[in-house]
């Protein structure tokens, strides 16, 4: 596949899971739950992925059982918990701040590589951290007439999504070199999935199931917002730099706050763009690599 092709994959996969605001707000209207929402994710997400795995890349299936803490790790801290976090502050604030407040993450892993894999903590970083949390300032309201406009559980939430989000690189890159993408992927869903049959209550929901409009919500919210991104930004992922589909990967957040503006009647105040235009080069910057004299930070 030539770069051009890897490109536009990884950034047709981030678009897709920009496009969750979409998808999720039918589910909202119809009485489904945040929690019940991260269900029908993960448990139509992981039926999609294994009937994919099954029938066009069986062998992939196979696993060493030591691997299985690191995939249930990321399914149930991870997907699972991010998942909610950040459909709680859609749910109770709108999408452009959710995905915003996510986009918090990379300054996670940032630290979390220092703390757990020793990578150096360069200036580079400090600014993009300072960076983060100014823009995040700005977007929730302290900034700059130190007037929240967001409830402070709410900023809270949001600022969980990003940290549990991070969580995902931190177990993946453990296996990610013993397996591919789709099957660190599918089993990481499988936890997710067994979690959330065992935590969540929407099978007594299952009257809402009646509705057409539910089915082809939760239908898409797997397919085009989950899986078909997925399989679309890990396609690209396998033919360029990870630190180039990370930067690319911020497509995703200016397609969910134009789709919230656009379609979800999200309104944003001046500050609050400029915020938001902080935290997204946040995460461009904490992911460049900086050449000085032969040397990287």
């Given at each position: 596949m030539s770069k051009k092709k890897a490109y536009l994959c990884a950034i047709a996969g981030a678009a897709a899971w920009g496009l969750i605001g979409v998808f999720v707000n039918p589910l909202y209207e119809r009485g489904f739950t945040p929690w019940d929402v991260v269900a029908i994710r993960v448990l139509l997400s992981f039926t999609f992925l294994f009937l994919l795995m099954f029938l066009f890349f069986r062998s992939h299936l196979r696993t060493r059982l030591r691997d299985h803490i690191f995939f249930a790790g990321a399914g149930i801290l991870s997907i699972s918990f991010f998942n909610f976090f950040y459909f709680e502050v859609f749910a109770r604030a709108n999408l452009s701040l959710a995905v915003t407040l996510l986009y918090t993450g990379p300054l996670f892993v940032t630290l979390f590589s220092r703390l757990f894999f020793k990578e150096a903590f360069t200036s580079r970083k400090m600014v993009a951290l300072f960076m983060a949390i100014t823009g995040c300032a700005?977007?929730?309201?302290?900034?700059?007439?130190?007037?929240?406009?967001?409830?402070?559980?709410?900023?809270?939430?949001?600022?969980?999504?990003?940290?549990?989000?991070?969580?995902?690189?931190?177990?993946?890159?453990?296996?990610?070199?013993?397996?591919?993408?789709?099957?660190?992927?599918?089993?990481?869903?499988?936890?997710?999935?067994?979690?959330?049959?065992?935590?969540?209550?929407?099978?007594?929901?299952?009257?809402?199931?009646?509705?057409?409009?539910?089915?082809?919500?939760?239908?898409?919210?797997?397919?085009?917002?989950?899986?078909?991104?997925?399989?679309?930004?890990?396609?690209?992922?396998?033919?360029?730099?990870?630190?180039?589909?990370?930067?690319?990967?911020?497509?995703?957040?200016?397609?969910?706050?134009?789709?919230?503006?656009?379609?979800?009647?999200?309104?944003?105040?001046?500050?609050?763009?400029?915020?938001?235009?902080?935290?997204?080069?946040?995460?461009?910057?904490?992911?460049?690599?900086?050449?000085?004299?032969?040397?990287?930070?």
């Amino acid at each position: 596949m030539s770069k051009k092709k890897a490109y536009l994959c990884a950034i047709a996969g981030a678009a897709a899971w920009g496009l969750i605001g979409v998808f999720v707000n039918p589910l909202y209207e119809r009485g489904f739950t945040p929690w019940d929402v991260v269900a029908i994710r993960v448990l139509l997400s992981f039926t999609f992925l294994f009937l994919l795995m099954f029938l066009f890349f069986r062998s992939h299936l196979r696993t060493r059982l030591r691997d299985h803490i690191f995939f249930a790790g990321a399914g149930i801290l991870s997907i699972s918990f991010f998942n909610f976090f950040y459909f709680e502050v859609f749910a109770r604030a709108n999408l452009s701040l959710a995905v915003t407040l996510l986009y918090t993450g990379p300054l996670f892993v940032t630290l979390f590589s220092r703390l757990f894999f020793k990578e150096a903590f360069t200036s580079r970083k400090m600014v993009a951290l300072f960076m983060a949390i100014t823009g995040c300032a700005f977007v929730v309201g302290l900034l700059p007439f130190w007037q929240a406009q967001v409830p402070f559980e709410v900023f809270v939430m949001g600022i969980m999504s990003g940290f549990c989000f991070a969580l995902y690189t931190i177990f993946g890159k453990v296996v990610t070199h013993r397996y591919s993408a789709l099957t660190v992927t599918t089993y990481t869903f499988l936890y997710a999935s067994i979690f959330m049959a065992l935590t969540s209550d929407v099978w007594e929901k299952t009257a809402a199931f009646a509705h057409p409009d539910v089915w082809v919500s939760a239908l898409l919210l797997a397919l085009v917002a989950t899986v078909f991104g997925y399989i679309l930004y890990t396609t690209g992922l396998k033919y360029i730099e990870a630190s180039k589909a990370s930067i690319l990967a911020t497509v995703e957040p200016i397609v969910a706050v134009l789709t919230g503006v656009l379609f979800l009647g999200d309104y944003l105040l001046f500050w609050q763009v400029i915020g938001i235009v902080l935290v997204l080069y946040s995460a461009i910057l904490v992911t460049q690599r900086q050449r000085n004299g032969g040397l990287q930070q």
